[in-house]
T-cell receptor
Framework: AQTVTQSQPEMSVQEAETVTLSCTYDTSESDYYLFWYKQPPSRQMILVIRQEAYKQQNATENRFSVNFQKAAKSFSLKISDSQLGDAAMYFCAHRSGSARQLTFGSGTQLTVLP | EAGVVQSPRYKIIEKKQPVAFWCNPISGHNTLYWYRQNLGQGPELLIRYENEEAVDDSQLPKDRFSAERLKGVDSTLKIQPAELGDSAVYLC?????????????FGPGTRLTVL
């Protein structure tokens, strides 16, 4: 069974600064996908970024980028130029190539300080 | 393109009462998921549908929970009777195999409070 661990229950960052959220996972499969979702107080889970395990290049979406270390089973999210609207709970999630369900971590609550 | 629609957004009931949640996935998405999210935790899968067939319901408490997806489009999740421990957010998501990484898109969820 896959497990996803987010070791930082809470993080804070100053507006316009950079913050990195950590995520590690455990899987025996070589084909899988990783995701970061953002959940603001409205509860809507919003996709932030995704990474296919077979791709060596780290995914990037505007101010969001990942550091994917496959051997270490690490998948951290970097948010550059943090904005007040980035404040939310961030979840790391794993999906194996064969199964279609997502396994989520316990989340990191990000606070952006003005 | 419309997103995943869920209703109601909030529901407060007394224990032992029945409750139902409704979900309409993104048009064209053949896979539909129901997740339960307890306070301070990540979502956990309850059931997955491929079109109208439930293909993974191993985490669904079948003694009180039921779900259906007639005609392979919208879906209903029911709890009868509800217990105090069922208080949570119930999230619906949908995906399409044709999309990158089979990405799941979520609805806004239903927050259930059982008194």
């Amino acid at each position: 069974a896959q497990t996803v661990t987010q070791s930082q229950p809470e993080m804070s960052v100053q507006e316009a600064e950079t913050v990195t959220l950590s995520c590690t996972y455990d899987t025996s499969e070589s084909d899988y996908y990783l995701f970061w979702y953002k959940q603001p107080p409205s509860r809507q889970m919003i996709l932030v970024i995704r990474q296919e395990a077979y791709k060596q290049q780290n995914a990037t979406e505007n101010r969001f980028s990942v550091n994917f270390q496959k051997a270490a089973k690490s998948f951290s999210l970097k948010i550059s130029d943090s904005q007040l609207g980035d404040a939310a709970m961030y979840f790391c999630a794993h999906r194996s190539g064969s199964a279609r369900q997502l396994t989520f971590g316990s989340g990191t609550q990000l606070t952006v300080l003005p | 393109e419309a997103g995943v629609v869920q209703s109601p957004r909030y529901k407060i009931i007394e224990k032992k009462q029945p409750v139902a949640f409704w979900c309409n996935p993104i048009s064209g998405h053949n896979t539909l998921y129901w997740y339960r999210q307890n306070l301070g935790q990540g979502p956990e899968l309850l059931i997955r549908y491929e079109n109208e067939e439930a293909v993974d319901d191993s985490q669904l408490p079948k003694d009180r929970f039921s779900a259906e997806r007639l005609k392979g489009v919208d879906s209903t999740l029911k709890i009868q009777p509800a217990e105090l421990g069922d208080s949570a957010v119930y999230l619906c998501a949908s995906s399409s195999r044709g999309q990158t990484a089979d990405t799941q898109y979520f609805g806004p969820g239903t927050r259930l409070t059982v008194l």
